[in-house]
């Protein structure tokens, strides 16, 4: 059974600090890993990963992929208070359409 | 904001009672995927539909169903609700195995009582 694992579970800042986020995964036959925003109902799309060691950016966020110890960052620098959402960690195996399995998320919160 | 579309937005049920969930995938999708997510946790697989066909089911009881039609919109339907099936259902539409095409709808948030 496919499963993710993110850390940590929540996270409080202060506006201008980075954070890390963390996802480690298990999954049968590997396609991708994918990050998502929920800010409130719908989880909106960020980064999906593919192959390892290849930072994918999005201005202040940035993600990365290590596929030999199954784990994935996401960084985000200078965090704003637009950025306190929860960030969902996602993967899909090579058997299972498109659908995915889903971490618990990272509640962070971003204080002024 | 998507093109995915849920209804109603929020809805209260009481225990044993059945309730269906609708959802408008994005125009050009093929493939639609159904979530449950409880409070405090990440989504849940409950199945997925393409081309009017269930394409996958994950550990969700029969009393789950649902159903595709031909302009590729969906339903889920709930029978015998139970108070554990209070949670936000999210649908997410894509182009089969097109995981990057994935977009979700703003969910209908089911309160059983």
């Known amino acids: 059974e496919d499963k993710v694992v993110q850390s940590p579970l929540s996270l409080v800042v202060h506006e201008g600090d980075t954070v890390t986020l963390n996802c480690s995964y298990e999954?049968?036959?590997?396609?991708?890993l994918l990050w998502y925003k929920q800010e409130k109902k719908a989880p909106t799309f960020l980064f999906m990963l593919?192959?390892?060691?290849i930072e994918k950016k999005s201005g202040r966020l940035s993600s990365i992929l290590d596929k030999k110890e199954l784990f994935s960052i996401l960084n985000i620098t200078a965090t704003q208070t637009g950025d306190s959402a929860i960030y969902l960690c996602?993967?899909?195996?090579?058997?299972?359409?498109?659908?995915?399995?889903f971490g618990e998320g990272t509640q962070l919160t971003v204080n002024p | 904001e998507t093109g995915v579309t849920q209804s109603p937005t929020h809805l209260i049920k009481t225990r044993g009672q059945q309730v269906t969930l609708r959802c408008s995938s994005q125009?050009?999708?093929?493939?639609v995927s159904w979530y449950q997510q409880a409070l405090g946790q990440g989504p849940q697989f409950i199945f997925q539909?393409?081309?009017?066909?269930?394409?996958g089911r994950g550990n969700f009881p029969p009393r789950f169903s649902g159903l595709q039609f031909p302009n590729y919109s969906s339903e889920l339907n709930v029978n015998a609700l139970e108070l554990d099936d209070s949670a936000l259902y999210l649908c997410?539409?894509?182009?089969?195995?097109?995981?990057?095409?994935?977009?979700f709808g703003p969910g209908t948030r089911l309160t059983v009582l």
């Open positions: 997410a539409s894509s182009l089969v195995r097109r995981t990057d095409t994935q977009y």
């Open positions: 999954v049968t036959n590997f396609r991708s």
């Open positions: 593919t192959s390892s060691g």
């Open positions: 996602a993967v899909e195996g090579e058997t299972s359409g498109s659908r995915l399995t």
């Open positions: 125009s050009g999708h093929n493939t």
């Open positions: 539909y393409y081309r009017e066909e269930e394409n």
